[in-house]
C-alpha cells in the first residue's frame, strides 16, 4: 500500500514539474514572437535574445535555446562581429540538430556559409553552402535554394567568374520570384546589376539596379541600399563619369554608416579612395583607402584587406615612395594568397561536381521508382476506379459536414470569447473609473473639504467683527488665508494626478521623467532608459502608456519591497517596447488572482484598448518583469 501511495505522489510531482515547464516555454515563445518584431534593430534584438537565451536554458526549454543561439548569430552579424556569429550559429547549429529541425539546419549552415563569405573564406563558405542547398532542395523551398545559389554566385564573382556568377544569380532571382520575397528579388536584382557591369553591359545592368533600389526603398531595406548605389557608382566609374559616381559612392558610404554596417563601408570607402587616385587627388585617395583598410582589420574581411592594401601601394607610388609601397604590396600578396588559393578554388569545384552528381544520381533512382510504381498502378486502375469514386464522393460528402459543422462551431466559440474579452475590458475600464473617482471623491472630501470648513469658519468669526464695526484679530484672518491656500494647493496636488500637465505640455518622456523623480530614491533605486523617443505620439497612446508605468511602479512601491526598479522604453519602427524588471519579493506565477490583481488588470485593459500585447515573469524572492509592446501604426 505503502509503495503505491510513493508511485501515485511521483506521478503528481512529475505532472506539476511539467505543467511549470510548459508556462515557462509558452513565456519563452511570447518573447520569441516580440523579438521577431527587431530583427532589424541589433540592440535591441540583442536585449531580447540574451533573455530568451539564458531563460531558456534555465528551463532546459531547447528550442528556445536554439532561437536565441540563432538571433544572438544575427544580431552579431549586424555589428559587424562575424567570429562571434560564427560562434553561435555553430551552436544553433548543433542544438536544432538534438532537435532534428532539418529546415533550421538548414538555415544554420547558410547563415554560417554567408558569415564565412563576408570573412572571404571561400572554403568554408562552399562547404557549409553545399550542405545547406542540398538540404533545401530536398525539402523544395526556394527562398532557401535561392539565396544558397546568392552565396555561390558572390564567391564566383570575387574570383572574377563573371559569366558563372551571372548564371547563380539568375537561379538566385528564378527562386526568389518562385516564393515571393520581395526583398530576395531585389537583392537579385542587384547582383545582376554588379555582375552585368563587370561584363560590360551598362544597360542591362543599370536596369536591374534601379529595379533593386526602387525594391529596397519599398520595404524599407536601408542597409541594403548601400551595395546598390555602390554598384551604381562602379558602373558610372567604367563610364568614366567620375563627379557622378563620387556622389554616387559617397550616398553608399553614407547609408552604410547610418545603418551600422562595416562590411558595406569598407567596400564603398575603399572604391571613392580608388576613384581619388584616378583624379589624382593622392591625400584624399590615401585617407579613403586608409579608413577602409581599418575597417577591414576590424570586421576580419581579408579579400578587403588584400584591395585596400594593394591600393596603398599604388598610391605610394605614384608619389615616388617606392620603400613603403614595397611593404603594402607584400602585405597584400599574403592575403591576397590566402584567398585566391588555385587549390582551394580546384577543391571548390570539386565539391560542386560531387553534388551535383550526387543530386543527378538521386533524381535517376527516383525517376526509375516512379515509373515502376505508375506500371503497377495501371494494371490496378481499372478494376478499382469505379469502387474509389464511389468511395470518394461519399467520403467527400461526409468530410465536408464534418468540417463545415466543425466551421460552423469554431467560429460561434470565437465569437463568444471575442465577445466575452470585449465585455472584460470594458468592465475592467468602467471598474478602473469608478476607482478613480472613489479616491477623487475621498481626497476631495478628506484634504480639501476639510481645509475649506476650517476656513469658513475662520471667515464667520472674521464676519462678526465686521458687523460689530471692529478689526478682525490678526490671527484669525490669517489662519483663514491660510486654510485657503492650503485648499488651493491641494486642488492643484488632485488636479495633477489626474491628468499631469507635464504629459500635456510636454509630452511622454518628460512626464515619466518628472513622475520617477518624485519617487523617494533612497527606498526604491529607479533606472531609466529611453531609447527611440524623440517625437511625441498620439495623445491617448501617451496616456495610456503612462498610466500603466505609473501602475507599475506603484505597485511595485506598494508590494514588491523591492529596492532597485529598471524601466526601459524602446520605441523603433516597429512599436514601443516596454520592459519593467524589479528585484523584489516576486510572486508565484500560477497564482491566478495575482496575476488578475487590480493593477495588472488594469495594465492589461488600456494596453489591450492600444491592440498590444502584455507578459508578466516572476519567481518568488528573485522579482518580477513586465513587458509590454504597443504596435504604432503608420
Known sequence: MKSILNFILILLLNGTWGFSQQIQSSKIDSLITISLTHLSNPDSLTIYATRIYETADQNQYLKGKAFGAKALGISAYYQSSYDQAIARYQESLDLYGELKDTLEIAKAYYNLAMTYNTKADWDQTMKNALKALQIFDALEDPNGSGRVYNLMGISASRNEEHTKAATYFKGYLNNALLSEDTLEIATAYNNLGSTYTELNEPDTALNYLYQAIAMYEAVGALRNLAGSYDNIAMLLEKQGKL???IIQYEKAIDLAVMESNKYREAGATYNLGRLYRKKDNYHKAMELVERSLKLARDIGNNYQLAHSLEQLAYIHSDLGQSRKAFDYLMEANLYRDSIFDVELAKSNEELKTIYETEKKEQEIQALSQQNLIKSLQLRQRNTWLLIALSALVLLGLGAWLRIRNRQLRAEAQLQAELTQKQE????????????ERSRIAADLHDGVGQLLSAALLNLNQVNKYIQKGEPPTVGSMGNAISLVEDSYHEMRAISHQMMPNALLKAGLTYSIREFINKVDHEKLNITLDIVGLHERLDQQ?????????QEAVNNVIKHAEADRLSIQLVKDKDGISVSIEDNGNGFDPASKHLLEGIGLKNIRSRVT???????????LGKGTSLVIFIPLSD
Do not use: M, P, Q
Not at 475600464?429 to 476607482?435: G, P
Not at 484598448?609 to 519567481?619: A, E
Open 609 to 619: 484598448l492600444l491592440k498590444g500585447s502584455f507578459d508578466v515573469d516572476s519567481v
Open 541 to 549: 497612446t501617451e496616456i495610456l502608456l503612462y498610466r500603466c508605468i
Open 424 to 435: 472584460e475590458a470594458t468592465l475592467a475600464i468602467l471598474e478602473a473609473e469608478e476607482r
Open 243 to 245: 563627379d557622378e559616381a
